[in-house]
Structure formats: C-alpha cells, structure tokens
C-alpha cells in the first residue's frame, strides 16, 4: 500500500524506504528509533518505540518491510511502527518503481537534449570542456539525484535540473545580446552542479545517503571549480576563460550566506545565480503541490520556510 493511500488509524504492512534514521531516547532512558519512510508517493514520520537495533543509521536508503499504524501527532501524520526488519532485494524487486522515486522525464532524452546544446556552442574552448566533462562523468550524470531531500532529490535528477536550467540559459542569453556570452553561461549551467556526483554517497538504488567527506570539507561550488580548472588546464584554455568558468561555479549559490564561495562578479554568473535559484525553488513547488489537493495549504515546508497554496486553477 502506498504511503498516500493509508488511513488514520488502521493498521498496515508493506515495503518502505528508510530514510533520515536516528538513534534516540526517551526521558526514562528507553531507546528508540526516530525515521522516514518512504516511497514514490509521500515520506512520513515514523517511530519505533522500544528498539535497540538492529537497524540503525547503517541502514540509511535500505528498504525494510514495516508493519504499523498511521496516526496523527501535533496536527501532522505519524506512523507507529509495530515491526520492522530489513527487507531482501528478492522481495521488493518488482516494487521498486513503487518505491524509488525517479525524475519525471525520459532520461534518454533529456541526455539528448543536453548533448545538443553542448554541440550548439560555438566557443570551440567551452563545448571542448563540456564535452570532457561529459565524457567523464556521462553515465553517473544520467543517473543521480540533485540533492539530500530538498531538490530533485531523486535518481535522475541531477540530469533533469541541468538540462532544465541549460535551456532556460539559452533563452534566455538570447535576451540579453551585449551583455551575455552564451557560451560561458552554458558552460557554466552545464557544470555548476556536476560534482554532486563526488559529493553525494549514493545508495545501489541510487538514494543519497549521507555526505562523501570531500562533500563536507569541500562541497560541490569548490570542487565543481577544481576540476573545471583541470580540464582546462588539459585542453590548454585560455585562462581568461578558465578563471571566468571558475567564478560561475564558485559563485552560483549567489551569496555567501547560501553557500557561495563568492559573490557573482560578471553578468553570467549573477544569471547563472538566478536561473539555478529559480529552478530549484519551483522544484520545490512542483513536489509539493502534486500532493496537495486544491484549495489546501501544504504543510511547512522547511527549505521555504512556509506553507505554500495550491489554488484551483491548477
């Protein structure tokens, strides 16, 4: 049964994904497990009281089979857990679509349009750079997620972001001649998030599960900009253009407060700030509202830090 599905107060069984799971106490010193689970439909709040283990933060991305009941905790759904073991890939193998959530395009395609608009540059410096850098990581771009939980966050949206934000750049350095170089913002969209992919520990379901430790010490702005600086430094670009693609990267959280290393200092890199902000945020929107019924407020959400309407026209 598929999260979405459950009623208050009636009791279930059935294969879930394990997310954000955390050891814990109660005041009288009893253990239990605080969690979430999982699946294409919805994530909910789950506890299992009285339980030392075996399953832990170890098992962070891991499907488990669960028996429980839903209820409501301070105005929000709960699950009781009352079992829950490690599930056997065997068992859930025809399940998974159910389970693991996927971007909501056509890989195939979308890596064919993201391809076309590399072969579009006309900067022979930048498409080389872009097409090293897809030559070296083209088949794990197609499939990893663009975060944790707050943005695409599920297999296949790294690419879905990117060729997104590719094709808002185009049209938009289209509108601003004299001002844009096309080629540079390009380049930079295609690049801004690509070492999501060193800095992300992924599950063999392809779930992120926690931080790699470059990740944490790093983060994805430096080293995005390290090895764009390497392969331009391979390829023999011209520093300009290599120090100017380096900024994009750097820069594309817009301000420090956001993660930036530093703030956008050419017109591509304010752009590429903006077009990168905006299509994270109406991702957000988008997983939030198709599980919103018409004319309900959704509950907070914690990237936006407020409720958010889906009103009747949609």
């Known amino acids: ?21 955390m050891p814990r106490k109660t005041k009288t010193g009893k253990p239990y497990l605080s969690m979430t689970l999982a699946d294409v439909s919805a994530s909910i709040e789950a506890m299992v009281w009285d339980y030392g283990g075996p399953i832990g933060p170890q098992d962070e991305g891991r ?17 009781t857990v009352e079992a829950i073991r490690p ?11 159910d389970l693991i959530p996927t971007a909501p395009v056509n890989r195939q395609e979308t890596y064919a349009r993201v391809v076309a ?9 930048y498409r080389r750079v872009c097409r090293e850098a897809l030559r070296r990581h083209g088949a794990a771009f197609q499939r ?15 690419l879905m972001h990117t060729a997104d934000m590719l094709e808002t750049a185009d049209f938009l350095a289209s509108r601003y001649p004299g001002v844009i170089y096309r080629d540079l913002l390009l380049a930079g969209a295609l690049l801004h998030d690509m070492a999501k992919l060193r800095e992300f520990v992924v599950s063999d379901l392809g779930v992120v599960t926690e931080y ?60 590429l700030a903006a077009i990168d902000h905006i299509d994270s945020r109406m991702e957000i929107y988008r997983e939030n509202l198709e599980n919103t019924q018409p004319g309900q407020f959704t509950p907070r959400i914690f990237a936006l ?10």
Not at 222 to 250: F, N, T, W, Y
């Open 1 to 21: 049964m598929k999260l979405d599905e459950l009623k208050f107060n009636e009791s279930f069984s059935d294969f879930y994904l394990m997310r954000n799971i």
């Open 63 to 79: 499907v488990a089979w669960v028996q429980g009941v839903l209820k409501e905790y301070r105005g929000m759904p709960q699950i």
């Open 87 to 97: 599930a056997e890939p065997r068992e859930y193998d025809g399940k998974l679509d």
């Open 117 to 125: 608009l590399v072969e579009s540059l006309e900067d022979e410096d």
């Open 144 to 158: 990893f997620p663009a975060a944790k939980t707050v943005h695409h966050g599920f297999v296949g949206g790294l």
């Open 212 to 271: 790699s430790a470059p990740g944490q010490l790093l983060g994805h702005l430096v080293m995005g900009a390290q090895e764009a600086a390497e392969i331009c430094r391979d390829l023999e670009v011209p520093e300009e253009k290599s120090m100017l693609l380096q900024h994009l990267l750097l820069s594309h959280h817009g301000q420090p407060e956001f993660g930036a290393a530093v703030v956008p200092q050419c017109a591509e890199a304010e752009l």
């Open 305 to 314: 830090d407020r409720r958010i309407y889906r009103h009747t026209m949609l």
